[in-house]
């Protein structure tokens, strides 16, 4: 039977060099290979300033943290992503005021957001699901007009474009993930881009305690000042060697994905049971995360015993998100939302099936998966 896992990090030699190169050193942690990894990551998305952190989450939190986010304030939030993105505004003693999906992309509905703004309102968070772009002309056009701020949730989306311009550097910052199954990985890891200096500079050192000089920068070991409150969200040169090492692949990842999720979208396009959210289009190029397939109503309540016989014929599968955010036991009990809210958020969380284009997989992979799905739905149909 062939197995198809959802996820696989590619680590090669190149890698493990990279992690024995450190090893061998003395420095694993402020070292030059962060800062490298930095310059490289901004090559890619062509980003004036990159900022190495332990996490999408850090960055995300780090961003609010610097942008003085305090009890009372609210943010934008979408209601289909993942429960970091709530959880960085909540952290800080924010309010996140959700929004629901739109039901072509899965991406936040634009149509709620400005109506989602009050005078406590500090922030926009966007996510681009699963790698599709969000229309940002329209929510930096919101943005503008009552004077927001707009933090990108990047963490499915290295390689998302739109008009050319790479997610992140249309809001004042673009905060990107590296855990494993990502487009490239660090094991665990972060990245923030923006085009604001300052912003880079506060944020650089409010990554590491608020200490005004690192390592390399002091005339005396051991002796530096703290010019403001500071965590440690550090990336270590172990994690930065190996960001360097899958930069040098990412095109190519980034280029099977495309294929894959062509092939496998092709195969899957004319099941009626199904539909499929919008990937790329005219000027929105996806990172193409995954392909998640939405179960028509007759059978989403079939979804386990799908993911089941998937399962049983070596097909990995995932679901993104479980539950609509504000669904989830936390914010459902703090807020009061109840399971009725957010209808096309919803519909996608419980209704849905993500399915793997990762760089471990190719063409002949997709067709085997097209016909599981076939099988699949004839056998609960």
């Known amino acids: 039977m062939r197995v198809i896992p959802f996820g696989k990090p590619i680590i090669g030699d190149e890698e493990k060099g990279a992690v024995q190169g450190v090893l061998s050193g003395t420095v694993l942690v402020h070292g030059p290979k962060a800062l490298d990894f930095e310059r490289e990551f901004a090559l890619l998305t062509k980003a004036p300033f990159a900022v190495a952190v332990s996490s999408c989450t850090a960055a995300m939190h780090l961003f609010y943290f610097n942008l003085g986010l305090k009890k009372g304030d609210e943010v934008i939030v979408p209601a289909q992503t993942h429960t970091s993105t709530a959880h960085a505004v909540e952290v800080m003693g924010a309010k996140p005021v959700f929004v629901d999906a739109d039901e072509q992309t899965g991406n936040i ?49 290295t390689g998302s474009k739109l008009d050319g311009i790479h997610a992140g550097l249309f809001g004042e910052c673009g905060c990107f993930s590296f855990y494993p199954v990502k487009h490239i990985t660090t094991g665990e890891g972060g990245m923030l881009i923006t085009k604001n200096e ?17 390592h390399g920068e002091r005339a005396l070991p ?50 009626d049971e199904i539909d499929l959210l919008d990937s790329s289009h005219d000027s929105f190029e996806s990172s193409y995360y995954c392909l998640s397939i939405i179960l028509k109503d007759k059978i989403a309540g079939k979804r386990a015993s799908i993911v089941s016989y998937l399962k049983e014929n070596g097909i990995g599968t995932s679901v993104y998100y479980p539950k609509p955010v504000p669904h989830m036991q936390y914010y459902s009990a703090k807020y009061g939302y109840d399971q009725e809210s957010f209808p096309r958020a919803a519909r996608i969380s419980y209704s849905s099936i993500a399915l793997p284009v990762g760089p471990h997989l190719n063409i002949d992979d997709m067709q085997y998966m097209v016909d599981g799905v076939k099988k699949a739905l004839r056998e609960v149909m």
């Open 198 to 214: 300052m912003i880079a500079r506060q944020i650089s050192s409010k990554k590491a305690f608020g200490i005004d000089r690192h």
């Open 222 to 271: 051991g002796v530096y000042d703290v010019e403001t409150l500071g965590l440690n969200y550090r990336m270590s040169e172990i994690q930065a060697a190996i960001g360097i090492e899958q930069l040098k692949r990412v095109e190519g990842f980034l280029r099977i994905r495309k294929e894959n999720y062509d092939e496998l979208a092709k195969g899957l396009s004319e099941l």
């Open 109 to 157: 509905d634009i149509d709620q957001i400005e109506d989602s703004i009050t005078e406590r309102t500090r922030a926009i968070s966007v996510v681009h699901f699963l790698g599709m772009p969000v229309d940002m002309k329209r929510v930096t056009a919101i943005s503008h007009k009552h004077g927001i701020p707009v933090l990108e949730d990047c963490a499915l989306a």
